[in-house]
């Protein structure tokens, strides 16, 4: 029963992360355009693709480093309680801050993605 208790845990942080992920990709992208003729639409369908694609990765990227940090640092240091799970979401907002700062610096000032 640990193990599934476990999983459902790091589960439920992950679709955190993940729609931390996305909240990022909407302040970036903006609003998505209405479809008003042909060539708007396939910019709508672009806006989709880019929207679910980096998403998908920068999400994954927090999720994999929230949940290094949380079996190698928080998992001995913190136990079950309101407390850490107040932690734990600000550790995770921390990343996605940290993330989204890369990814702004190596797209918008290095130019390399």
């Given amino acids: 029963m640990s193990i599934l208790k476990r999983f459902l845990f ?3 942080w992950a679709l955190v992360a993940f729609l931390a ?3 990022y990709m909407r302040i970036i992208l903006g609003p998505k355009p209405e479809s008003t003729s042909v060539l708007m639409s396939m910019f709508s369908l672009f806006y989709d693709y880019v929207f679910l694609h980096i998403g998908l990765i920068i999400g994954s990227i927090i999720t994999l480093l ?3 940090i949380d ?3 928080l998992k001995g240091k913190l ?6 799970l ?3 979401f600000f550790i995770l907002i ?3 801050v ?6 702004y610096l190596l797209e918008k000032v290095i130019d390399v993605i």
């Avoid at 136990?79 to 850490?84: D, E, L």
């Avoid at 940290?98 to 990814?103: D, E, S, Y």
Wanted: no cysteine; net charge positive; charged share 10%.
């Fill in 10 to 12: 790091y589960f439920t």
């Fill in 21 to 23: 992920a996305f909240l």
């Fill in 66 to 68: 929230f949940i290094l």
């Fill in 71 to 73: 079996v190698l640092y």
């Fill in 79 to 84: 136990k079950f309680g309101m407390k850490s």
């Fill in 86 to 88: 107040f932690i734990r």
């Fill in 94 to 96: 921390f990343i996605t």
């Fill in 98 to 103: 940290i993330v989204a700062f890369i990814h």
